[in-house]
């Protein structure tokens, strides 16, 4: 047991470990958010999207913003938002997953971690690698689609009419009518970015047995050999140390290393 808590110290293996603290704590705080601007609100709105299906922030006045162009948030289809679904809203059952795809990467996380051997540590490591790469961009391809289909299914009842299909970015800027909205990373999109690097990280360092404490002595003898290099040169200059110059003077029986 001693030697497996032991191995957990590898950077190789900690890392996947705190990967996985972070991709859980990314389900408590929104992933994805997106801040409007209106003539009406001149403080402007933001609504938050959780990897579940609830929103955070202003997204009933958005959602009343919205009804004048009909477009309207999705429809989780089996479980109930804690928003009102709209009739014309698009379906996005896939939105209840959310949670399983933050869980499974962490849990392959500690699996990996705690691989017996070199060569299962490092197979695990691509192939986690591998899983989280494919079902991230999954992930986004997947709401970027959805906002095209909200985009481009206006309600026909609307208020305004003659308002031009759109696709809403999911990173990035866009108008419609008067109202201009600009969306990017929440919070938990951040960490699930950490996360990530993380992962990529523990890979590169997949053949190497660097443990937390070498890794934080060799960024202090660093720091400290920065600071010297940086200093006027004294610690060059210096010339041998006490014990260099006592090994000197008996090395050979003589004061020949003195001058």
Do not use: C, M
């Given at each position: 047991m001693?030697?497996?808590?032991?191995?957990?110290?590898?950077?190789?293996?900690?890392?996947?470990?705190?990967?996985?603290?972070?991709?859980?704590v990314?389900?408590?705080?929104?992933v994805?958010?997106?801040?409007?601007?209106?003539p009406q609100?001149?403080d402007?709105?933001?609504?938050?999207?959780?990897?579940?299906?609830?929103?955070?922030?202003d997204?009933?006045?958005v959602?009343?913003?919205?009804?004048?162009?009909?477009f309207?948030y999705?429809?989780p289809?089996?479980?109930?938002?804690?928003?009102?679904?709209?009739?014309?809203a698009?379906?996005?059952?896939e939105?209840?997953?959310?949670?399983v795809?933050f869980?499974?990467?962490?849990?392959?996380?500690?699996f990996v971690?705690?691989?017996?051997?070199?060569?299962k540590?490092?197979?695990?490591?691509?192939?986690?690698?591998?899983?989280?790469?494919?079902a991230?961009v999954?992930?986004?391809?997947?709401?970027?689609?959805?906002?095209?289909?909200a985009?481009?299914a206006?309600?026909?009842?609307?208020?305004?009419?003659?308002?031009e299909?759109?696709?809403?970015?999911?990173l990035?800027?866009?108008?419609?009518a008067n109202i201009s909205?600009?969306?990017?990373?929440?919070?938990?999109?951040?960490?699930a970015g950490a996360g990530f690097?993380?992962?990529?990280?523990?890979?590169?360092?997949r053949?190497?047995?660097?443990t937390?404490?070498?890794?934080?002595?060799a960024?202090?003898?660093?720091?400290?050999?920065?600071?010297?290099?940086?200093?006027?040169?004294?610690a060059?200059?210096?010339?041998?140390?006490?014990?260099?110059?006592?090994?000197t003077?008996?090395g050979?029986?003589?004061?020949?290393g003195v001058?």
């Open positions: 001693t030697a497996s808590l032991d191995r957990l110290t590898e950077l190789r293996r900690a890392l996947p470990v705190t990967a996985a603290a972070t991709f859980v990314a389900l408590l705080v929104p994805w958010k997106i801040a409007f601007e209106a609100y001149p402007g709105l933001l609504v938050e999207l959780y990897a579940y299906p609830r929103l955070g922030g997204y009933a006045e959602q009343a913003l919205n009804h004048y162009v009909g309207y999705p429809d289809v089996f479980v109930d938002p804690n928003y009102a679904v709209h009739p014309d698009i379906a996005a059952p939105w209840i997953l959310g949670p795809v869980l499974a990467v962490a849990a392959a996380g500690v971690a705690l691989a017996p051997t070199d060569r540590l490092r197979l695990g490591l691509l192939g986690q690698l591998i899983g989280a790469t494919v991230f999954g992930t986004f391809a997947i709401v970027q689609y959805r906002l095209y289909q985009g481009h206006l309600g026909e009842d609307a208020p305004v009419v003659g308002v299909e759109f696709t809403p970015p999911l990035g800027g866009y108008e419609i909205g600009v969306a990017w990373f929440g919070p938990g999109g951040y960490l690097l993380l992962l990529v990280v523990a890979f590169l360092l053949d190497s047995r660097v937390i404490g070498e890794a934080a002595g960024v202090r003898d660093r720091l400290s050999g920065s600071r010297d290099e940086d200093g006027d040169g004294d060059e200059e210096i010339g041998p140390t006490v014990e260099e110059a006592v090994e003077r008996t050979d029986g003589s004061d020949a001058h």
